[in-house]
């Protein structure tokens, strides 16, 4: 069972040792409650020594709820986020975005998952027309739903845009390690200019922790209470913070996600001239993108259950974790070939 959770998701990998030695560690005694302790101080420390002094942290349940709650604390119903298409906020929180914030979402054509002043200013009209919802929020995904990574400069021309006409700009760092791992910078440089970010861990090596990080100051002033009143405040506040505190309080997130990306390459590498498929996003984090025949992708999904992420175009998605091997994704790679050598000569 293990090669079908192999490529599928990296939501399908265990929890770090790393991760779960701290969380042993705070499992021993009681200690104070709804973020009164240490371990939530210890996180709340490591946010400010990566995002500036100014940062601040509040530890969520799950990434749905980091990016809502972003969107829900800063805007008010008439006002939208523009997004791009087939971001995560668009197709895979269904709908939770508009439904808890009031806020429409507006869709943005990008390319290869990334968007672009040129690109959002064609979004933006109709300012002060009281018939029309009002643009007030960019959100991006770093790394992009396909894959793909906004360099910091790329994120410091979009903010400059924003603050040009008066947008915040959100991140869903849902995959921010695997982003900055594969610009090569630290996790700072990555948002300079953005207002508030979701970071991620679940995907990183955490058994189950998000947090909503609000990069200017002023910006949370009743943050506490939106999250109490959007369900995610935590009773037993320890094992998120302490979770994200073992992620990002050392160089683990770095790790996990360098070998996440490095796997997603060699198996880009290893297909690049591979019969009848094609790559169709560069490979600039821990994603692959391809199209293949429909018969080879049917007979490959039978032994790895990886993503169809277009049922239109029959594109998929195989997706690399921290917890892979060179042996795994050199075996797919291989049945990849050899499948559609198969489907090639029956056709």
């Known amino acids: 069972m293990e090669a079908l959770h192999l490529i599928n998701s990296d939501n399908q990998a265990p929890a770090h040792p790393e991760v779960v030695a701290a969380l042993l560690e705070a499992n021993a005694g009681s200690a104070p409650s709804y973020g009164a302790c240490r371990w939530s101080r210890a996180f709340e420390e490591c946010v400010r020594t990566h995002f500036g002094p100014q940062a601040s942290a509040w530890p969520v349940f799950n990434g749905t709820a980091a990016n809502v709650l972003s969107i829900a604390a800063l805007l008010r119903p008439h006002e939208a986020v523009l997004c791009a298409r087939g971001a995560h906020i668009e197709i895979d929180e269904c709908g939770a975005p508009e439904r808890y914030s009031g806020s429409k979402l507006i869709l943005v054509e990008s390319e290869h998952g990334?968007?672009?002043?040129?690109?959002?200013?064609?979004?933006?009209?109709?300012?002060?027309?009281?018939?029309?919802?009002?643009?007030?929020?960019?959100?991006?995904?770093?790394?992009?739903?396909?894959?793909?990574?906004?360099?910091?400069?790329?994120?410091?021309?979009?903010?400059?845009?924003?603050?040009?006409?008066?947008?915040?700009?959100?991140?869903?760092?849902?995959?921010?390690?695997?982003?900055?791992?594969?610009?090569?910078?630290?996790l700072g440089e990555m948002v300079d200019g953005a207002d508030v970010l979701s970071l991620g861990g679940t995907k990183n090596g955490l058994f189950g922790a998000e947090a909503v990080v609000f990069l200017k100051p002023g910006l949370d002033a009743a943050f506490g209470y939106q999250r109490k009143q959007g369900m995610q405040l935590a009773s037993k506040h320890r094992f998120l913070a302490a979770q994200l505190s073992a992620l990002y309080g050392t160089d683990l997130w770095?790790?996990?996600?360098?070998?996440?990306?490095?796997?997603?390459?060699?198996?880009?590498?290893?297909?690049?001239?591979?019969?009848?498929?094609?790559?169709?996003?560069?490979?600039?984090?821990?994603?692959?993108?391809?199209?293949?025949?429909?018969?080879?992708?049917?007979?490959?999904?039978?032994?790895?259950?990886?993503?169809?992420?277009?049922?239109?175009?029959?594109?998929?998605?195989?997706?690399?974790?921290?917890?892979?091997?060179?042996?795994?994704?050199?075996?797919?790679?291989?049945?990849?070939?050899?499948?559609?050598?198969?489907?090639?000569?029956?056709?």
Request: hydrophobic share 45%.
């Open 114 to 186: 990334k968007l672009s002043p040129s690109l959002v200013k064609r979004a933006i009209h109709s300012i002060g027309d009281i018939h029309r919802v009002q643009p007030r929020m960019l959100s991006i995904s770093n790394s992009t739903e396909c894959g793909t990574v906004y360099q910091p400069a790329e994120v410091q021309a979009l903010a400059q845009f924003c603050r040009e006409h008066a947008l915040y700009l959100h991140i869903d760092g849902a995959r921010i390690s695997n982003a900055a791992a594969s610009a090569g910078t630290g």
């Open 254 to 347: 770095r790790r996990n996600a360098q070998r996440a990306n490095q796997l997603a390459r060699r198996l880009a590498e290893a297909l690049l001239d591979a019969p009848g498929l094609r790559i169709t996003h560069p490979v600039e984090a821990n994603a692959v993108f391809a199209l293949l025949p429909s018969a080879a992708v049917q007979d490959l999904q039978q032994r790895w259950g990886f993503h169809v992420w277009d049922e239109f175009s029959g594109e998929v998605r195989w997706m690399c974790a921290w917890n892979g091997t060179e042996a795994m994704i050199d075996a797919f790679a291989q049945d990849v070939r050899t499948t559609l050598v198969r489907h090639t000569q029956h056709h």
